[in-house]
């Protein structure tokens, strides 16, 4: 089993999460982080309406899960929206992999870690991240809707905290889908069973998430959600050549 995201890969970074440094430290740290997001701002501006697709970074292409985020990524494609993720190998390449297949724009908020996680070869914007929390502002800002496969504790992190801020009105009520329902299950059973049966989450909090194995049904919900609520206009798809020609565009 791969020891993927063990370990901080920067000194700096594992510094300082130690607690209070330095003032010059802080200062300097806080600068740098401000500087990320100004690149995020800069680099993903002017992207058409985004679906994040989250899902794990160990699933080899062949393995039905990277097959059902490739096709979900040419679905969301070919419907006219751009498809964000992470940036690295799995069920990112996977749905990165399907939007450029089928000719639509392929972004990745890429984190640096110690075992190198390259941007995956199908990406026509992207950009290298050193904070997971910046990287995740970036993930939500941009996108009307979020769909996530089966991973493990980061791609739990990051349904909790997207369906935390639907379920606060942070953000509005996007469509967040699951798929893949045998690996949610158990997961289900939990919300369901209990925390809705301790009172610590409201029915309406699980019942808004949509659990599907079909990638035409994920889609259509997050189309017509978009459509209906946001008054998007999706379609024709956005094309590559016609935004930034056939040359990736990425940032360190």
């Not at 370990?7 to 401000?34: D, M, N, V, W």
């Not at 209906?228 to 990736?248: D, S």
Request: proline share 5%.
């Amino acid at each position: 089993m791969s020891e993927w995201g063990k370990a901080t890969r920067s000194p700096e970074e594992q510094k300082f999460l130690e607690g209070p440094q330095r003032r010059e430290f802080e200062l300097a740290r806080a600068l740098r982080i401000f500087f990320e997001f100004i690149k995020g701002f800069r680099t993903f501006h002017f992207l058409g309406p985004c679906v994040t697709v989250f899902g794990s970074a160990r699933f080899p292409p062949g393995h039905r899960y990277y097959e059902m985020g490739r096709d979900v990524g040419g679905r969301l494609s070919r419907a006219g929206f751009t498809v964000m993720t992470g940036g690295g190998p799995g069920i990112m390449e996977a749905a990165n992999r399907g939007a450029r297949e089928a000719g639509g724009l392929s972004v990745g908020c890429n984190i640096i870690l110690p075992q190198e996680q390259k941007p995956n070869p199908y990406l026509d914007v992207w950009m290298e991240f050193r904070y997971f929390f910046v990287r995740k502002v970036m993930l939500v800002k941009y996108s009307y809707a979020f769909i996530a496969l089966p991973g493990g504790f980061g791609t739990m992190d990051e349904i909790f905290e997207t369906a935390t801020l639907i379920q606060t009105g942070k953000i509005r009520n996007f469509p967040l889908v699951l798929m893949g329902a045998d690996y949610w299950e158990p997961m289900l059973k939990f919300l369901r069973g209990t925390m809705v049966g301790e009172g610590t989450i409201a029915t309406e909090d699980v019942d808004r998430i949509l659990v599907t194995d079909s990638a035409e049904e994920a889609v259509a919900r997050v189309r017509d959600v978009a459509m209906r609520q946001f008054g998007l206009t999706v379609g024709p798809k956005v094309r590559r050549r016609a935004i930034f020609g056939e040359r990736a565009v990425g940032r360190r």
